[in-house]
């Protein structure tokens, strides 16, 4: 079962904006609304920051924001923060159960 | 205030039995969703199985399929992870997390188990 594919990285300085791509198939991504992301800072547990393509759960931050298009979801995150410097991961419903993103990995310059 | 607390960090041989859990509260255990998520060392996350308490509903991703099992004690809010013989590859962080039924977004995490499976 072959993971979403995800760029490895991606970094951007402090107040640029960064997209992270993720890209699936017609029968996960490009099926169904499902698709979430989740951040992930070294040590700690994921944190989903996006959900339903373009939801944000209460007390996320405006600054990130998702979308989709085809078979491929994007996460953009604004004014690029220190803070959100971390690992991010989409995940989409492929029938049951799920299925993450490869990964990447957000520097900020 | 839904919480989900995990068990302690294990140390086993290759060939062992485990079984880890996952205590959850402030939520009605059957409503809603358990998942295992695996994150071996320096990689990304994995999905094993979900589990649905109110019905045992179960869906193992192919990988994981024959390799753990799931199950729940409802009375005590609690769901495990088995593995009837353990193997070096099983070591990894393993995340429990739930979500309401109806819900496709994963809203709670415990805090992982680490498994170091070394001879």
């Known amino acids: 079962q072959s993971a979403l594919t995800q760029p490895a990285s991606v970094s951007g300085s402090p107040g640029q904006s960064i997209t992270i791509s993720c890209t699936g198939t017609?029968?996960?991504?490009?099926?169904?609304?499902?698709v979430s992301w989740y951040q992930q800072h070294p040590g700690k547990a994921p944190k989903v920051i996006i959900y339903?393509?373009?939801n944000r759960p209460s007390g996320v931050s405006d600054r990130f924001s998702g979308s989709k298009s085809g078979n491929t979801a994007s996460l953009t995150i604004s004014g690029l923060q220190a803070e959100d410097e971390a690992d991010y991961y989409c995940?989409?419903?492929?029938?049951?159960?799920?299925?993450f993103g490869t990964g990447t990995k957000v520097t900020v310059l | 205030e839904v919480q989900v607390v995990q068990s302690g960090a294990e140390v086993k041989n290759p060939g062992e039995s485990l079984r880890i859990s996952c205590q959850t509260s402030?939520?009605?255990?059957?409503?809603?969703?358990i998942g295992w998520v695996r994150q071996m060392p320096g990689k990304g996350l994995e999905w094993m199985v979900i589990?649905?308490?109110?019905?045992?509903?179960?869906f193992y991703s192919p990988s994981f399929e024959g390799q753990v099992t799931i199950s729940a004690d409802r009375s005590i809010s609690t769901a495990y992870l088995q593995w009837s013989s353990l193997k070096a590859s099983d070591t990894a962080m393993y995340y429990c997390?739930?979500?309401?039924?109806?819900?496709?977004?994963?809203?709670?995490w415990g805090q992982g188990t680490l498994v170091t499976v070394s001879p």
């Open positions: 995940n989409s419903l492929r029938g049951r159960p799920y299925v």
């Open positions: 339903d393509v373009n």
């Open positions: 589990f649905y308490p109110y019905n045992f509903e179960t």
């Open positions: 402030g939520y009605t255990f059957s409503s809603y969703w």
């Open positions: 997390t739930t979500t309401r039924d109806g819900n496709f977004r994963w809203d709670y």
């Open positions: 017609s029968s996960d991504v490009g099926r169904y609304n499902y």
